[in-house]
């Protein structure tokens, strides 16, 4: 069966679907994503997703859809595509407009909603290279979740040319920010620490969960703490894997520690 997925107001076929060439996420990367999972045939912490959406809509100044339209939407692409398991990758542009950054006024959202199957094998452990790419902590899109990841984008290449498989970018000031598509938590002395949102980390889901389980607390980090680590643990909404080794360093691995924060964050 062919792939159902939401566009603009209808649900609509993958092929048939077309981007206008004037749209500002294309052309600019003016917009923001989420990515969702979905287990039982609903989308986990979905009021978190929606929360950091609706947050960063307003971030970039977009015109906010209704709120209860855009959940319906996401509801139709579960039905139509009889979701059991899997992700929506929910995604938000400005809209068109003529050549030029400044934003026309009245432009309408574009909106679209993709579904995706479930990952045919779970992620493996993670070999971190830290990033000569840098986390800008002082901005307010490190907070959003755009549409523009080439910072992230470079860093993941640069870490698998120099033989990783995850990159690991610290801020302006030399500290832990997160990794190219996860948060980053360690283990020290049996408590699980996180960089703060004010250190350039963004505010993830799961990381959001397990600090509000008091499972984690926020502190800032070193490229050292990670190496004296009890373990280094990398998370989002979609998958919770530990980290081997950093700059070919080897880092502690303790598998209690990835199971109980799988057991909190997957169930």
């Known amino acids: 069966m062919t792939e159902r997925l939401w566009f603009n107001g209808a649900m609509q076929d993958r092929d048939a679907v077309g981007i206008d060439p004037a749209d500002r996420g294309l052309l600019l990367g003016d917009g923001v994503f989420e990515t969702m999972r979905v287990q039982a045939g609903r989308i986990v912490h979905l009021e978190r997703h929606m929360a950091r959406l609706y947050a960063g809509l307003e971030t970039l100044m977009i015109p906010s859809p209704e709120r209860e339209q855009v959940e319906a939407a996401l509801g139709c692409v579960i039905t139509d595509n009889a979701m059991q398991a899997g992700s929506l990758r929910l995604t938000i542009t400005r809209g068109c407009g003529p050549r030029g950054l400044l934003p026309p006024e009245g432009a309408a959202p574009t909106i679209m909603i993709v579904p995706f199957p479930p990952a045919a ?73 996180t960089p703060p949102v004010a250190e350039g980390a963004l505010p993830g889901i799961a990381r959001s969960v397990l600090l509000d389980m008091r499972l984690a607390r926020e502190r800032a980090l070193t490229r050292a703490d990670l190496l004296a680590a009890e373990a280094v643990v990398l998370v989002n909404s979609m998958s919770v894997r530990a980290a081997v080794s950093l700059d070919a360093a080897p880092l502690s691995r303790e598998a209690a520690t990835v199971a109980r924060i799988r057991a909190a964050l997957m169930s």
Not at 136 to 144: G, H, I, N, V
Not at 164 to 180: C, D, K
């Open 121 to 193: 094998v779970p992620m493996p452990d993670a070999h971190l290279v830290i990033s000569r790419m840098r986390r800008d902590e002082t901005s307010p899109l490190s907070r959003a979740k755009t549409l523009n990841y080439l910072p992230n984008i470079l860093a993941l290449m640069e870490a698998r040319q120099r033989g990783g498989t995850e990159a690991v970018l610290l801020n302006m000031a030399g500290r832990v920010a997160e990794a190219s598509a996860s948060n980053l938590l360690i283990q020290r002395d049996g408590m699980l620490l």
